[in-house]
């Protein structure tokens, strides 16, 4: 079965620090994976995903992510923390092929990760 | 393009009331999508719509959920009778049906916040 791993609850990082957050899967082959921010009082935003093709990530508002097979990690990073960055992130992932399980546009997420921004 | 709508946006009730949860998806998505998250748990799948049709309801907590979609467009997600354990913020999502298995274009509304007291 699909799972999600996000081991840090909460991270507190300084402004203009970096970050990086940790995601780990279990998937019989490449999902599709996906991070997503909530801020308070508000949905869930596509940061950026991954189907195939380069292992480096681009998405909004500077994040990055890198997808790595060997690891069963798909992290998200970003340079320089901004406070309005401050929010809950979730790693989510979804079923490529139903050769390995997993229905078909479901989303299967961690836990998430509670970033606070120190000034 | 209109994003997927939720509302209420927040809902107080009592225990063994019943309340009514709307979603509308992005015109043209076929997918609908229902998942829940309550307090200090991770986000969960709980049914998925392919137009007016149920795909999967296997992460339906029980059954005082009930969940429709009239006509292949907005969905409904009754909860009949609450229970403070149904506490919990419900999200919408919705997606195009053909491209990637699903996930082409998956959009979430901003949800909405559910507590029983």
């Known amino acids: 079965a699909q799972s999600v791993t996000q081991p840090d609850i909460h991270i507190t990082v300084s402004e203009g620090a970096s970050l990086e957050l940790r995601c780990n899967y279990s998937y019989g082959a490449t999902p599709y994976l996906f991070w997503y921010v909530q801020s308070p009082g508000q949905g869930l935003q596509l940061l950026l995903k991954?189907?195939?093709?380069?292992?480096l990530v681009q998405g909004i508002k500077g994040f990055e992510a890198e997808f790595k097979r060997s690891q069963s990690s798909f992290n998200l990073r970003k340079p320089s923390v901004h406070w309005s960055d401050a929010a809950e992130y979730f790693c989510?992932?979804?079923?490529?092929?139903?050769?390995?399980?997993?229905?078909?546009?479901?989303?299967?997420f961690g836990k998430g990760t509670k970033l606070s921004v120190k000034p | 393009e209109a994003g997927v709508t939720q509302f209420p946006s927040h809902s107080v009730i009592e225990k063994g009331q019943t309340v009514t949860l709307r979603c509308d998806p992005i015109s043209g998505h076929d997918n609908l999508y229902w998942y829940r998250r309550v307090m200090g748990k991770e986000i969960k799948f709980l049914l998925h719509f392919v137009k007016e049709s149920k795909q999967d309801e296997s992460g339906m907590p029980n059954n005082r959920f009930l969940a429709e979609r009239t006509g292949g467009t907005y969905s409904t997600l009754k909860v009949q009778p609450a229970e403070l354990e149904d506490s919990g913020v419900y999200f919408c999502?919705?997606?195009?049906?053909?491209?990637?298995?699903?996930?082409?274009?998956?959009?979430f509304g901003s949800g909405t916040r559910l507590t029983v007291v």
């Open positions: 989510a992932v979804g079923a490529s092929s139903t050769r390995y399980g997993g229905s078909q546009g479901n989303l299967i």
């Open positions: 991954y189907f195939s093709g380069d292992t």
């Open positions: 999502a919705s997606s195009q049906e053909t491209r990637d298995r699903g996930y082409y274009g998956y959009t």
